[in-house]
Protein backbone atom coordinates (compact mmCIF):
# COMPACT_ATOMS: atom_id res chain seq x y z
CA UNK A 1 0.00 0.00 0.00
CA UNK A 2 1.37 3.62 -0.82
CA UNK A 3 1.19 5.83 1.74
CA UNK A 4 0.85 9.73 1.62
CA UNK A 5 1.15 12.00 3.61
CA UNK A 6 0.52 15.87 3.36
CA UNK A 7 0.00 19.04 6.27
CA UNK A 8 -1.14 22.55 6.10
CA UNK A 9 -3.30 24.58 8.40
CA UNK A 10 -6.09 24.44 6.37
CA UNK A 11 -7.88 27.71 7.78
CA UNK A 12 -11.44 28.38 6.38
CA UNK A 13 -11.20 25.56 4.27
CA UNK A 14 -11.00 26.73 0.29
CA UNK A 15 -10.85 25.10 -3.79
CA UNK A 16 -7.39 25.15 -2.96
CA UNK A 17 -6.93 22.72 -0.28
CA UNK A 18 -9.39 20.97 -1.61
CA UNK A 19 -7.93 20.12 -5.34
CA UNK A 20 -4.51 19.74 -3.29
CA UNK A 21 -6.10 17.04 -0.96
CA UNK A 22 -7.44 15.72 -4.41
CA UNK A 23 -4.21 14.99 -5.94
CA UNK A 24 -2.37 14.05 -2.89
CA UNK A 25 -5.23 11.75 -2.47
CA UNK A 26 -4.77 9.97 -6.32
CA UNK A 27 -0.67 10.01 -5.54
CA UNK A 28 -1.50 7.04 -3.65
CA UNK A 29 -3.71 4.34 -1.92
CA UNK A 30 -3.99 6.23 1.51
CA UNK A 31 -3.55 9.57 2.67
CA UNK A 32 -2.47 11.04 5.74
CA UNK A 33 -2.94 14.70 6.43
CA UNK A 34 -1.34 16.80 9.42
CA UNK A 35 -3.20 19.48 10.42
CA UNK A 36 -1.35 22.29 12.29
CA UNK A 37 -2.13 22.80 16.16
CA UNK A 38 -2.71 26.59 17.44
CA UNK A 39 0.85 26.40 19.36
CA UNK A 40 3.08 25.00 16.46
CA UNK A 41 1.50 27.46 13.92
CA UNK A 42 1.97 30.76 16.36
CA UNK A 43 5.95 29.34 16.73
CA UNK A 44 6.07 29.25 13.02
CA UNK A 45 4.95 32.78 12.88
CA UNK A 46 1.76 32.08 11.68
CA UNK A 47 -0.30 34.53 14.48
CA UNK A 48 -3.48 35.30 12.78
CA UNK A 49 -5.56 31.58 11.75
CA UNK A 50 -9.06 32.02 12.07
CA UNK A 51 -10.19 28.70 13.28
CA UNK A 52 -9.22 26.51 16.14
CA UNK A 53 -7.60 23.46 15.71
CA UNK A 54 -10.78 21.65 16.02
CA UNK A 55 -12.58 23.02 13.15
CA UNK A 56 -10.20 23.06 10.72
CA UNK A 57 -9.66 19.26 11.45
CA UNK A 58 -13.50 18.93 11.13
CA UNK A 59 -13.41 20.75 8.11
CA UNK A 60 -10.62 18.25 6.75
CA UNK A 61 -12.68 15.23 7.82
CA UNK A 62 -15.75 16.51 5.66
CA UNK A 63 -13.74 16.90 2.42
CA UNK A 64 -14.13 12.99 2.79
CA UNK A 65 -10.55 12.45 1.35
CA UNK A 66 -7.91 11.82 4.31
CA UNK A 67 -7.83 8.19 5.64
CA UNK A 68 -6.35 9.50 8.41
CA UNK A 69 -6.20 12.70 10.46
CA UNK A 70 -2.84 13.63 12.75
CA UNK A 71 -1.84 16.87 14.28
CA UNK A 72 1.25 18.52 13.40
CA UNK A 73 3.01 19.96 16.82
CA UNK A 74 6.17 20.58 16.70
CA UNK A 75 9.22 21.19 14.45
CA UNK A 76 11.25 17.78 12.89
CA UNK A 77 7.64 16.16 13.36
CA UNK A 78 7.69 15.19 9.56
CA UNK A 79 10.22 12.61 9.87
CA UNK A 80 8.78 11.12 12.64
CA UNK A 81 5.37 10.63 11.24
CA UNK A 82 7.00 9.43 8.17
CA UNK A 83 9.13 6.69 9.85
CA UNK A 84 6.22 5.67 12.03
CA UNK A 85 3.26 5.63 9.75
CA UNK A 86 5.95 3.83 7.21
CA UNK A 87 5.21 6.76 4.71
CA UNK A 88 6.28 6.53 0.88
CA UNK A 89 4.92 9.75 -0.46
CA UNK A 90 5.20 13.27 1.12
CA UNK A 91 3.61 15.98 -0.69
CA UNK A 92 3.01 19.58 -0.58
CA UNK A 93 1.78 22.90 -2.87
CA UNK A 94 4.42 24.15 -5.41
CA UNK A 95 4.75 27.36 -2.97
CA UNK A 96 6.94 25.15 -0.64
CA UNK A 97 9.22 24.09 -3.73
CA UNK A 98 12.39 22.86 -2.23
CA UNK A 99 11.99 24.00 1.07
CA UNK A 100 11.06 19.80 2.16
CA UNK A 101 14.03 18.56 -0.30
CA UNK A 102 15.45 17.02 3.29
CA UNK A 103 12.73 14.69 3.64
CA UNK A 104 14.28 12.54 0.42
CA UNK A 105 16.51 10.84 2.65
CA UNK A 106 13.12 9.51 4.19
CA UNK A 107 10.58 9.13 0.91
CA UNK A 108 9.72 10.76 -1.86
CA UNK A 109 8.90 14.01 -2.10
CA UNK A 110 6.36 15.49 -4.89
CA UNK A 111 5.54 19.36 -5.25
CA UNK A 112 2.32 19.46 -6.51
CA UNK A 113 1.69 23.00 -8.58
CA UNK A 114 -0.47 25.28 -5.83
CA UNK A 115 -4.39 26.66 -7.40
CA UNK A 116 -3.68 30.35 -7.96
CA UNK A 117 -6.25 33.33 -7.11
CA UNK A 118 -7.02 31.38 -4.09
CA UNK A 119 -5.39 31.43 -0.14
CA UNK A 120 -6.48 31.51 3.24
CA UNK A 121 -4.65 34.63 4.27
CA UNK A 122 -6.63 36.42 1.50
CA UNK A 123 -9.61 34.82 2.63
CA UNK A 124 -9.58 35.95 6.03
CA UNK A 125 -8.21 39.88 5.04
CA UNK A 126 -11.33 40.27 2.59
CA UNK A 127 -13.28 39.72 5.75
CA UNK A 128 -11.65 42.09 8.13
CA UNK A 129 -9.65 44.75 6.45
CA UNK A 130 -8.72 47.41 9.42
CA UNK A 131 -7.27 50.51 8.65
CA UNK A 132 -5.20 51.22 11.62
CA UNK A 133 -3.33 54.82 12.02
CA UNK A 134 0.26 55.31 13.46
CA UNK A 135 0.12 58.18 15.69
CA UNK A 136 3.80 58.76 16.42
CA UNK A 137 6.07 60.89 18.54
CA UNK A 138 8.05 58.93 19.51
CA UNK A 139 11.67 58.38 17.22
CA UNK A 140 11.29 57.21 13.84
CA UNK A 141 13.29 53.98 14.32
CA UNK A 142 10.42 52.51 16.84
CA UNK A 143 7.57 54.06 14.92
CA UNK A 144 9.41 51.98 12.00
CA UNK A 145 8.92 48.95 14.00
CA UNK A 146 5.56 48.99 15.09
CA UNK A 147 4.91 50.06 11.36
CA UNK A 148 6.75 46.67 10.24
CA UNK A 149 5.51 44.65 12.81
CA UNK A 150 1.75 46.14 11.49
CA UNK A 151 2.34 44.28 7.73
CA UNK A 152 2.71 40.72 9.64
CA UNK A 153 -0.48 40.70 10.72
CA UNK A 154 -3.61 39.93 8.53
CA UNK A 155 -6.18 41.73 7.78
CA UNK A 156 -4.48 45.09 9.23
CA UNK A 157 -3.83 48.05 7.00
CA UNK A 158 -1.60 51.10 8.68
CA UNK A 159 -2.84 53.93 6.44
CA UNK A 160 -1.22 57.10 8.23
CA UNK A 161 1.82 57.92 10.28
CA UNK A 162 1.15 61.27 11.69
CA UNK A 163 3.82 62.66 14.22
CA UNK A 164 2.19 63.96 17.49
CA UNK A 165 4.30 66.62 18.80
CA UNK A 166 2.67 70.10 18.41
CA UNK A 167 -0.52 71.29 20.45
CA UNK A 168 -1.72 74.19 17.51
CA UNK A 169 -5.23 74.19 16.05
CA UNK A 170 -3.19 73.43 12.59
CA UNK A 171 -2.48 70.08 14.37
CA UNK A 172 -5.65 69.53 15.19
CA UNK A 173 -7.20 69.98 11.63
CA UNK A 174 -4.90 67.47 10.85
CA UNK A 175 -5.62 65.02 13.24
CA UNK A 176 -9.30 65.18 12.67
CA UNK A 177 -7.73 64.59 8.88
CA UNK A 178 -5.78 61.51 9.98
CA UNK A 179 -8.62 60.34 12.06
CA UNK A 180 -10.85 60.03 9.26
CA UNK A 181 -8.59 58.06 7.45
CA UNK A 182 -8.79 55.01 9.57
CA UNK A 183 -11.31 52.84 11.66
CA UNK A 184 -8.88 52.68 14.49
CA UNK A 185 -5.62 54.58 15.64
CA UNK A 186 -2.78 53.34 17.37
CA UNK A 187 -0.87 56.11 19.85
CA UNK A 188 2.19 56.14 20.93
CA UNK A 189 3.03 59.58 21.62
CA UNK A 190 4.54 61.04 24.92
CA UNK A 191 2.21 60.08 27.80
CA UNK A 192 1.25 63.59 28.80
CA UNK A 193 -0.81 63.85 25.36
CA UNK A 194 -2.71 60.27 25.87
CA UNK A 195 -5.79 61.47 27.29
CA UNK A 196 -6.52 64.12 24.94
CA UNK A 197 -5.70 61.84 21.91
CA UNK A 198 -7.92 59.03 22.98
CA UNK A 199 -10.67 61.04 23.94
CA UNK A 200 -10.53 62.95 20.50
CA UNK A 201 -10.17 59.75 18.88
CA UNK A 202 -13.22 57.98 20.88
CA UNK A 203 -15.26 61.06 19.96
CA UNK A 204 -15.11 60.59 16.32
CA UNK A 205 -15.99 57.15 16.91
CA UNK A 206 -12.78 55.41 16.37
CA UNK A 207 -11.18 52.53 18.58
CA UNK A 208 -7.97 53.20 20.35
CA UNK A 209 -4.90 51.08 21.24
CA UNK A 210 -2.70 53.59 23.36
CA UNK A 211 0.59 52.53 24.95
CA UNK A 212 0.44 52.54 28.87
CA UNK A 213 0.07 54.89 30.87
CA UNK A 214 -3.95 55.43 29.07
CA UNK A 215 -3.72 58.83 31.36
CA UNK A 216 -1.78 60.54 33.78
CA UNK A 217 -4.83 59.82 36.49
CA UNK A 218 -7.18 57.44 37.22
CA UNK A 219 -10.50 59.41 37.13
CA UNK A 220 -9.47 60.43 33.22
CA UNK A 221 -8.70 56.52 32.79
CA UNK A 222 -12.35 55.50 34.16
CA UNK A 223 -13.65 58.42 32.05
CA UNK A 224 -11.72 57.00 28.87
CA UNK A 225 -13.06 53.94 29.13
CA UNK A 226 -16.62 55.18 29.79
CA UNK A 227 -16.59 56.49 27.04
CA UNK A 228 -15.52 53.62 24.98
CA UNK A 229 -18.34 51.55 26.30
CA UNK A 230 -20.89 54.44 25.82
CA UNK A 231 -19.60 54.34 21.91
CA UNK A 232 -19.18 51.04 21.43
CA UNK A 233 -15.58 51.20 20.81
CA UNK A 234 -12.63 49.31 21.90
CA UNK A 235 -9.63 51.16 24.50
CA UNK A 236 -6.84 49.38 24.40
CA UNK A 237 -3.48 50.06 26.67
CA UNK A 238 -0.62 48.86 24.72
CA UNK A 239 1.91 46.85 27.25
CA UNK A 240 3.43 44.77 24.99
CA UNK A 241 4.47 42.38 27.89
CA UNK A 242 0.72 41.56 28.61
CA UNK A 243 -0.11 39.88 25.08
CA UNK A 244 2.99 37.43 25.13
CA UNK A 245 2.75 33.83 25.73
CA UNK A 246 5.18 33.34 28.54
CA UNK A 247 4.08 36.00 30.70
CA UNK A 248 -0.09 34.74 30.15
CA UNK A 249 1.06 31.45 30.74
CA UNK A 250 3.00 31.81 34.64
CA UNK A 251 -0.11 34.17 35.11
CA UNK A 252 -1.90 31.27 34.54
CA UNK A 253 0.21 28.95 36.54
CA UNK A 254 0.10 31.44 39.81
CA UNK A 255 -3.42 31.92 39.65
CA UNK A 256 -3.73 27.55 39.74
CA UNK A 257 -1.79 28.00 43.21
CA UNK A 258 1.40 25.79 41.50
CA UNK A 259 3.51 28.11 43.93
CA UNK A 260 1.00 28.17 47.07
CA UNK A 261 -0.06 31.45 48.18
CA UNK A 262 1.47 34.77 46.60
CA UNK A 263 3.56 37.06 49.07
CA UNK A 264 5.84 39.17 47.40
CA UNK A 265 6.03 39.97 43.84
CA UNK A 266 9.25 41.92 42.70
CA UNK A 267 9.58 43.36 39.09
CA UNK A 268 12.66 45.66 37.95
CA UNK A 269 12.44 47.34 34.47
CA UNK A 270 15.22 49.31 33.27
CA UNK A 271 17.18 50.85 29.97
CA UNK A 272 19.05 53.84 29.73
CA UNK A 273 18.19 56.89 27.73
CA UNK A 274 20.51 58.49 26.02
CA UNK A 275 19.28 61.90 26.44
CA UNK A 276 20.11 65.68 26.91
CA UNK A 277 18.33 68.50 29.01
CA UNK A 278 17.01 70.08 25.86
CA UNK A 279 14.55 66.86 25.03
CA UNK A 280 13.79 65.86 28.69
CA UNK A 281 10.16 67.19 28.60
CA UNK A 282 9.30 65.45 25.26
CA UNK A 283 11.35 61.91 26.49
CA UNK A 284 9.70 59.21 28.65
CA UNK A 285 10.38 59.62 32.26
CA UNK A 286 11.25 56.43 34.50
CA UNK A 287 7.89 56.14 35.94
CA UNK A 288 5.63 56.15 32.75
CA UNK A 289 8.42 54.22 30.57
CA UNK A 290 8.30 51.32 32.69
CA UNK A 291 6.02 51.71 35.77
CA UNK A 292 2.75 50.23 33.83
CA UNK A 293 4.81 47.04 32.53
CA UNK A 294 6.45 46.94 36.50
CA UNK A 295 3.09 47.00 37.94
CA UNK A 296 1.11 44.53 35.37
CA UNK A 297 1.74 41.22 37.43
CA UNK A 298 1.61 42.98 40.72
CA UNK A 299 -2.13 44.29 39.80
CA UNK A 300 -3.20 41.11 38.63
CA UNK A 301 -2.18 38.70 40.64
CA UNK A 302 -2.87 40.72 44.12
CA UNK A 303 -6.21 42.10 45.23
CA UNK A 304 -6.51 46.19 44.41
CA UNK A 305 -6.53 48.13 47.77
CA UNK A 306 -2.93 48.42 48.76
CA UNK A 307 -0.55 51.25 50.39
CA UNK A 308 2.17 52.37 49.14
CA UNK A 309 5.54 54.20 49.38
CA UNK A 310 7.27 55.93 46.02
CA UNK A 311 11.12 56.72 45.83
CA UNK A 312 11.92 58.70 43.39
CA UNK A 313 15.80 59.83 41.98
CA UNK A 314 14.72 62.93 40.35
CA UNK A 315 16.75 64.31 36.98
CA UNK A 316 14.69 67.49 36.72
CA UNK A 317 12.18 67.88 39.86
CA UNK A 318 10.05 70.69 38.03
CA UNK A 319 9.15 68.15 35.19
CA UNK A 320 9.34 65.69 36.97
CA UNK A 321 11.44 63.61 35.27
CA UNK A 322 12.89 60.53 37.31
CA UNK A 323 15.92 58.76 36.67
CA UNK A 324 14.88 56.06 38.98
CA UNK A 325 11.76 55.04 40.77
CA UNK A 326 11.28 52.26 43.79
CA UNK A 327 7.96 51.80 44.97
CA UNK A 328 6.74 49.33 48.02
CA UNK A 329 3.48 48.41 47.79
CA UNK A 330 1.70 46.69 50.82
CA UNK A 331 -1.47 44.19 50.82
CA UNK A 332 -3.25 43.06 53.20
CA UNK A 333 -1.59 39.26 52.43
CA UNK A 334 1.01 40.41 50.28
CA UNK A 335 3.95 42.37 49.53
CA UNK A 336 5.19 43.58 46.31
CA UNK A 337 7.60 46.25 44.72
CA UNK A 338 8.77 47.97 41.29
CA UNK A 339 12.39 49.18 40.63
CA UNK A 340 11.99 51.26 37.43
CA UNK A 341 14.58 53.18 35.55
CA UNK A 342 15.60 55.01 32.68
CA UNK A 343 19.23 56.54 34.27
CA UNK A 344 19.88 53.73 36.74
CA UNK A 345 20.40 50.20 35.38
CA UNK A 346 19.38 47.19 37.59
CA UNK A 347 19.02 43.65 36.69
CA UNK A 348 15.75 43.42 35.02
CA UNK A 349 14.18 40.34 36.42
CA UNK A 350 11.07 39.27 37.71
CA UNK A 351 10.44 36.82 41.11
CA UNK A 352 7.19 35.82 42.37
CA UNK A 353 7.59 34.27 45.79
CA UNK A 354 4.77 32.10 46.88
CA UNK A 355 4.61 29.61 50.07
CA UNK A 356 5.20 26.24 48.13
CA UNK A 357 7.61 27.87 45.84
CA UNK A 358 8.43 31.11 43.27
CA UNK A 359 8.71 31.92 39.82
CA UNK A 360 12.04 33.24 38.17
CA UNK A 361 12.11 34.94 34.84
CA UNK A 362 15.21 36.02 34.25
CA UNK A 363 16.22 39.49 32.71
CA UNK A 364 14.72 41.22 30.62
CA UNK A 365 11.49 39.53 32.00
CA UNK A 366 9.31 41.75 30.15
CA UNK A 367 10.17 40.25 26.84
CA UNK A 368 10.85 36.55 28.01
CA UNK A 369 10.46 33.61 26.07
CA UNK A 370 11.29 31.77 28.94
CA UNK A 371 10.65 30.97 33.05
CA UNK A 372 10.93 28.79 35.87
CA UNK A 373 8.82 27.60 38.43
CA UNK A 374 11.02 26.40 41.81
CA UNK A 375 10.77 24.73 44.52
CA UNK A 376 12.36 23.74 47.78
CA UNK A 377 13.34 20.35 46.34
CA UNK A 378 15.37 20.69 43.06
CA UNK A 379 13.77 17.86 41.32
CA UNK A 380 10.83 19.37 41.15
CA UNK A 381 11.48 23.27 39.87
CA UNK A 382 10.06 22.90 35.55
CA UNK A 383 11.31 25.72 32.70
CA UNK A 384 8.87 26.43 30.37
CA UNK A 385 9.55 27.72 27.15
CA UNK A 386 6.80 29.81 24.75
CA UNK A 387 7.72 31.55 21.36
CA UNK A 388 7.71 35.29 21.42
CA UNK A 389 6.66 36.75 18.33
CA UNK A 390 7.74 40.31 17.22
CA UNK A 391 8.64 41.62 21.07
CA UNK A 392 5.00 41.24 21.73
CA UNK A 393 3.57 44.85 19.06
CA UNK A 394 2.30 41.67 16.53
CA UNK A 395 0.39 39.77 19.21
CA UNK A 396 -0.73 43.06 20.65
CA UNK A 397 -1.57 44.20 17.33
CA UNK A 398 -3.50 40.71 16.75
CA UNK A 399 -5.69 41.13 19.76
CA UNK A 400 -6.57 44.74 19.39
CA UNK A 401 -8.04 43.66 15.37
CA UNK A 402 -9.93 40.69 17.38
CA UNK A 403 -11.25 42.97 19.99
CA UNK A 404 -12.77 44.89 17.29
CA UNK A 405 -14.03 41.90 15.01
CA UNK A 406 -15.52 40.53 18.33
CA UNK A 407 -17.01 43.94 19.73
CA UNK A 408 -15.79 42.47 23.02
CA UNK A 409 -12.54 44.17 25.27
CA UNK A 410 -9.90 41.71 25.09
CA UNK A 411 -9.31 39.61 27.82
CA UNK A 412 -5.54 40.75 28.79
CA UNK A 413 -5.39 43.82 31.01
CA UNK A 414 -8.59 44.31 32.84
CA UNK A 415 -9.89 47.72 33.57
CA UNK A 416 -9.10 47.72 37.05
CA UNK A 417 -5.60 47.03 36.57
CA UNK A 418 -5.54 50.30 33.96
CA UNK A 419 -6.97 52.08 37.06
CA UNK A 420 -4.81 51.28 39.23
CA UNK A 421 -2.04 51.77 37.47
CA UNK A 422 -2.48 55.38 36.16
CA UNK A 423 -3.97 55.73 40.10
CA UNK A 424 -0.44 55.26 41.22
CA UNK A 425 1.23 57.30 38.46
CA UNK A 426 -1.05 60.03 39.72
CA UNK A 427 0.43 59.52 43.08
CA UNK A 428 3.30 60.07 41.49
CA UNK A 429 2.60 63.45 39.98
CA UNK A 430 0.55 64.80 42.84
CA UNK A 431 3.37 63.42 45.69
CA UNK A 432 1.31 61.71 46.96
CA UNK A 433 3.11 58.71 48.99
CA UNK A 434 6.50 60.52 47.39
CA UNK A 435 9.56 60.62 49.22
CA UNK A 436 12.95 62.11 46.61
CA UNK A 437 16.25 60.33 46.76
CA UNK A 438 18.71 63.58 46.30
CA UNK A 439 20.48 63.90 43.68
CA UNK A 440 24.16 62.31 43.52
CA UNK A 441 25.41 65.92 41.96
N1 LIG B 1 -2.52 25.13 -1.25
C1 LIG B 1 -2.71 25.03 -2.63
N2 LIG B 1 -3.29 26.06 -3.31
C2 LIG B 1 -3.71 27.16 -2.68
C3 LIG B 1 -3.54 27.28 -1.26
C4 LIG B 1 -2.94 26.23 -0.57
O1 LIG B 1 -2.33 24.05 -3.25
N3 LIG B 1 -4.27 28.17 -3.36
C5 LIG B 1 -1.87 24.04 -0.54
C6 LIG B 1 -0.57 24.47 0.14
O2 LIG B 1 0.51 24.47 -0.77
C7 LIG B 1 -0.44 23.40 1.19
C8 LIG B 1 -1.88 23.08 1.57
O3 LIG B 1 -2.69 23.60 0.52
O4 LIG B 1 0.15 22.24 0.65
C9 LIG B 1 -2.29 23.71 2.89
O5 LIG B 1 -1.97 25.10 2.83
P1 LIG B 1 -2.24 26.18 3.93
O6 LIG B 1 -0.97 26.81 4.33
O7 LIG B 1 -3.11 25.63 4.95
O8 LIG B 1 -3.14 27.20 3.03
P2 LIG B 1 -2.89 28.66 2.51
O9 LIG B 1 -4.15 29.08 1.81
O10 LIG B 1 -1.63 28.74 1.71
O11 LIG B 1 -2.75 29.46 3.86
P3 LIG B 1 -2.06 30.86 4.19
O12 LIG B 1 -2.63 31.86 3.23
O13 LIG B 1 -2.42 31.12 5.62
O14 LIG B 1 -0.57 30.66 4.00
Not at 103 to 112: F, Q, R
Not at 349 to 360: H, N, P, R
Not at 404 to 422: A, C, H, L, N
Request: aromatic share 12%; charged share 25%; hydrophobic share 35%.
Amino acid sequence: MVKVITYGTYDVLHEGHIRLLERAKALGDYLIVGVTSDDFDRSRGKINVKQPLTERIENVRKTGLADEIIIEEYEGQKIDDIQQYNVSIFTVGSDWEGYFDYLKEYCTVVYLPRTTGISSSEIRSENQQLNIGLLGGFEETILNKYYQESTLVNGITVTTLLNSSKNTEAWLTEYEAFLNDCDAVYILSHPARHYQEIKYALEKGKHVLCESPLALNSQETKELFALAERKQLILMEAIKTAYSNAYNRLILLVKTGKIGKVVSIDATCTSLQNFNNKNLESSWNSICAWGPTAMLPIFQLLNTSYEKQIYSLFENEKIKYDNFTKINFLFQNATASIKVGRGVKSEGELVISGTKGYVYVPAPWWKTDYFELRFEDPNENRRYFYPLEGEGIRLQLLAFSKAIKDGRKSPYIQTEVSERISEVIEDFYSGKDLKIISSYN
